[in-house]
T-cell receptor
Framework: DAGVTQSPTHLIKTRGQHVTLRCSPI?????VSWYQQVLGQGPQFIFQ???????GRGNFPDRFSARQFPNYSSELNVNALLLGDSALYLC?????????????FGSGTRLTVV | LAKTTQPISMDSYEGQEVNITCSHN???????ITWYQQFPSQGPRFIIQ???TKVTNEVASLFIPADRKSSTLSLPRVSLSDTAVYYC????????????FGTGTRLQVFP
């Protein structure tokens, strides 16, 4: 079985641009969460989606948005990119809305804003 | 949510046992303790989870004293491939079910 897949693996954007990151959860997993990890820090929660509905949002500006599709895949969108948005963006999937069954993370998308 | 405190970094040599201790003084009664491992440019990977006493799996052991205010991750006979960052997590945010990561412990294993 494929694990959590994220695309692209790396990308470089210019300040002010928009970016879309994609995540496919493990087959059968209905919950997708997004985390931002800047260098030297632990991952910070951005969003959680379950059954296509937002179930939680971290302390991030409105420039960050996300959605989940009927096949449970998800997109994270970031508008008006800032240099400080440079980070590893991680997607995690779980079977249900809570993490009782455990979370599985993808390898992330490395975003560099120049 | 219980705040966790771990050493920033640790060094070890191949074949040694490594113990990483995490302090969580205000752990709640229903909080579990979970450890994740993260390699560079990869997502965190679940290692072990426990509530009290001792838990062991094929990768590690987790020791939790009776007062549950700390926990120790034990990695037996580490190898170079165990070089990674190890995160101790306690509980989840039950409103959002988010995981709360600290800065973790950076373990460096030398030959």
């Amino acid at each position: 079985d494929a694990g959590v897949t994220q695309s692209p693996t790396h990308l470089i954007k210019t300040r002010g641009q928009h970016v879309t990151l994609r995540c496919s959860p493990i087959s059968g997993h209905k919950s997708v969460s997004w985390y931002q990890q800047v260098l030297g820090q632990g991952p910070q929660f951005i969003f959680q989606y379950y059954e296509k509905e937002e179930r939680g949002r971290g302390n991030f500006p409105d420039r960050f948005s996300a959605r989940q599709f009927p096949n449970y895949s998800s997109e994270l969108n970031v508008n008006a990119l800032l240099l400080g948005d440079s980070a590893l963006y991680l997607c995690a999937s779980s079977l249900g809305v809570t993490g009782d069954s455990g979370y599985t993370f993808g390898s992330g998308t490395r975003l560099t804003v120049v | 949510l219980a705040k966790t405190t771990q050493p920033i970094s640790m060094d070890s040599y191949e074949g040694q046992e490594v113990n990483i201790t995490c302090s969580h003084n205000n752990i709640a009664t229903n909080d579990y303790i979970t450890w994740y491992q993260q390699f560079p440019s990869q997502g965190p990977r679940f290692i072990i989870q426990g509530y009290k006493t001792k838990v062991t799996n094929e990768v590690a052991s987790l020791f939790i004293p009776a007062d549950r205010k700390s926990s120790t991750l034990s990695l037996p006979r580490v190898s170079l491939s165990d070089t990674a960052v190890y995160y101790c997590l306690v509980g989840v945010d039950y409103n959002t079910d988010k995981l709360i990561f600290g800065t973790g412990t950076r373990l460096q294993v030398f030959p």
